[in-house]
């Protein structure tokens, strides 16, 4: 898809581009608005990592991974606190990049007044309107989005039971969707979900929700994906894409909105490349669709995911691994975005029979993305053509 004539003639130049050009870049120039990464707070302490966070050629877009939710933003009733989610927005602002905002209305991470509350029906509705009141006025003008309810489907499309729903009943979503158009007209107002990309009974489902709230007459924007998944489980580029197209066939854009592609750890060369192809088509298919918007992961280093402590014995959902080393997977999203990803000229031949194996590299540089130094390196120094070996840390570098 194509929003403006220089993102096609761009896109149209792409395949003989192989000098470095970020994802952010690759992603404007395929005809999206963003590709972003989620962060948290506690991240910003971490300067190696704050310094790629704002490297505005892969991200062009962040999202508060937790510091604009309920229990941090009104953690007693009519007590707002925005401390934690302005610094993120700040964060945003300073480097020029997108606030994609989340997230006003979910089950998890509420306060205990509101799941513990005794409430009525509108007496809910007041407190519901009251929080995205505040909180989407604190942050008007800000935020392209607004996450306004998030995972309110059970995966066979019936409603969750969040206090919510059985207090006020469906109709708590349009109410939570008029009260946000109403604090700011101008932001985009988002349903979000996971596991709407198999299509099926939630996807039905979720657009079900965008018809319930347009026929209320109220103002629904788009639809976020949130694409969680295991290696190996995301559909193929032209299942998601048709998926995607349901969507954006009832008037409202999409994106993909949490990024991840989980493996069984330890990964093996195997995993790491079938999360690439992974990777691949799940931008692929937003480069495909009219009204797909924009990509982000949810973060960007394997070091900060929500995944491990989740999923045990799972991990490494992220284009670049707990060294900030770039994975595969950076490769996969940029051949998605349609740039022509060069291969080393090195090439490892493996020899593997029922007792031992033997991996033999044809050239004496490391390969791309290999490392080439670091302390206590006792490897490679130099890169096959036409790597460069690059300083990351102390203790890497790495042929980019
Ligand atoms: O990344 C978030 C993690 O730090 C929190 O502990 C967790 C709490 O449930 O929420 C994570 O983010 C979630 C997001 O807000 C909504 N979709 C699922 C994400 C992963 O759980």
């Known amino acids: 898809m194509f929003h403006s004539l220089t993102g096609a003639l761009a896109a149209c130049l792409l395949p003989n581009i192989v000098s470095a050009i970020g994802l952010h870049e690759a992603a404007v120039a395929a005809g999206l608005e963003f590709f972003g990464s989620a962060t948290d707070n ?14 505005t050629s892969d991200f062009g877009q962040i999202t508060p991974g937790n510091s604009q939710k309920w229990d941090s933003t009104e953690p007693s009733q009519g007590t707002f606190s925005f401390t934690r989610g302005d610094v993120i927005a700040d964060l945003a602002e300073d480097n020029g990049q ?13 306060p205990s007044w509101v799941t513990s509350g005794s409430w009525t029906s509108a007496t809910l509705t007041a407190a519901l309107q009251n929080h995205i009141t505040n909180v989407v ?3 008007k ?22 206090i919510f729903y059985t207090t006020i009943g469906e109709s708590y979503i349009p109410i939570a969707f008029a009260a946000a158009a109403a604090a700011d007209p101008d932001v985009k107002l988002y349903y979000n979900d996971y596991n709407l990309e198999y299509g ?28 969680h998944f295991g290696v190996g489980t995301v559909p193929s580029r032209s299942s998601l ?25 330890p990964t093996s060369a195997t995993t790491l490349a079938q999360q690439a192809t992974d990777f691949r088509n799940l931008v692929g298919s937003c480069v ?21 402590s989740t999923f045990p014995g799972y991990g490494a959902p992220l284009p670049w691994d707990e060294n900030f080393v770039k994975k595969p997977a950076y490769d996969g999203l940029l051949a998605g975005l349609g740039v022509t990803v060069p291969s080393p000229t090195t090439t490892t031949t493996a020899t593997v029979t029922s007792t031992t194996s033997t991996t033999t590299s044809t050239s004496t540089g490391a390969p791309r993305w290999g490392q080439c130094g670091g302390n206590g390196w006792t490897g490679p120094t130099v890169c096959s053509s036409p790597w460069t070996c690059t300083y990351v840390n102390d203790w890497y570098s790495q042929c980019l």
Do not use: M
């Open 42 to 55: 506690g991240e910003l302490t971490d300067l190696p990592y704050l310094a790629q966070l704002s490297n």
């Open 241 to 265: 894409t048709s998926v995607l197209k349901s969507f954006t066939a009832l008037g409202v854009e999409v994106a993909y909105t949490e990024a991840d592609v989980r493996i069984q750890l």
């Open 141 to 162: 003008g800000r935020c392209i989005h607004w996450d306004v309810v998030n995972e309110a489907l059970n995966e066979d499309g019936t409603y969750r039971t969040n």
């Open 200 to 227: 099926g009974a939630k996807a039905a489902a979720a657009r079900a929700i965008v018809q319930l709230i347009q026929n209320a007459g109220v103002k629904v924007d788009g639809v976020g994906f949130q694409a």
């Open 288 to 308: 495909d669709t009219d009204g797909c918007v924009g990509f982000t992961i949810w973060d960007w280093t394997d070091k900060y995911s929500w995944v491990p």
């Open 98 to 110: 997108l606030l994609r905002c989340h997230t006003l209305v979910w089950h998890q991470q509420l």
């Open 137 to 139: 006025t604190h942050y």
